[in-house]
């Protein structure tokens, strides 16, 4: 398997691999590469240019053979700010995917761009950490965040918004001489736009941030509610393995692990759903089911976000 600090590689069939996100490096988010038959498919291209970067190389290395098409299944940044590494090939996403990523991703790097004096002061802060620093344990969580900040300031430094040039309403069918790859919008889940690419002759399921395993995934983008119906959607696919947007591959277990959080936080809120008093989202505590996922500070701004909509 090629190597990379940016993500590991699973296989999880003859031709088709799931790229999960290392704690280190610029993925952040999971990514798949699919053997269609004569070119191959790839699904979201993470965080930053050099995560990109490695996932082109890899997708070379493991399949010899052109890269046909690129999917983004959504617009936030750590699926898409990868694409301007595939010059050439065709860019798939929804229309509104598009029309998002056109609204926030030039903002986003003109925000960022003048910060990069103090992220300088940071990286600069964080070596002095890692030096000072004896013990070898905590040495080595500075190193991975020294590591991180130098990623961000790199991908600033680099980042050329590169955005979709084939978008699609409903659903999409791309075919191969090998399979053939249904993408489908769900509309409003996650974000107002998510869409997911089903193999139903595989039994697979990428499904970007749609499902989040073992991580709190952020609702303030999308619609709980929609977000549930969406969840019904997929879980009648039936398909055995499901590649998240964040966390490990699963199966249909975790459709229903993802309809049973944004159950319980609709419940948590449901007591202050008029003007009356509202806690402070900080004094609510995580669900003991929940105490152990991933992206841990998700959870309060999730509840921000519901107890916000309880007026």
Known sequence: MPHSRHFSINQLTE???ALTASGQGGAMSNAGIIDMGGFTLIFDTFN????????????????????????NSHWHGDHVRGNQCFPG????????????????????????TPLLPQLNADIAGAAEAVDAEPDE?????????HGYLLEIRE????????YPNVTYESQLWIH???????LLSLGRAHTECDSVLHLAA?????????????????????????WLSALKTLGKLGARHIVPGHGPVSDAASIKDMQQYISDLLAICKPFS???????????????AYRDWDAAGVFQRNLEFLLSRQV
């Open 15 to 17: 031709g088709i691999y």
């Open 48 to 71: 930053t240019p050099q995560a990109g970067l490695d996932l082109r190389k890899a997708a070379l290395q493991l399949l010899n053979q052109p890269i046909g098409y690129v999917v």
């Open 89 to 112: 090939v065709p860019i798939v996403s929804s229309t509104r995917t598009r029309a998002r990523m056109q609204a926030t991703q030039p903002q986003w790097l003109e925000r960022m």
């Open 137 to 145: 344990a905590v040495r080595a969580k500075l190193a991975l965040r």
């Open 155 to 162: 991908s600033i430094n680099t980042l050329i918004v590169t």
């Open 176 to 182: 191969g001489s090998r399979r053939s790859a249904r």
């Open 202 to 226: 595989d039994s697979i399921l990428f499904a970007g941030d749609a499902v989040a395993v073992n991580n709190h995934p952020l609702l303030t983008d999308g619609d709980p509610l929609d």
């Open 274 to 288: 008029g003007p009356e008093f509202k806690p402070p989202a900080a004094d609510i505590p995580v669900p003991e």
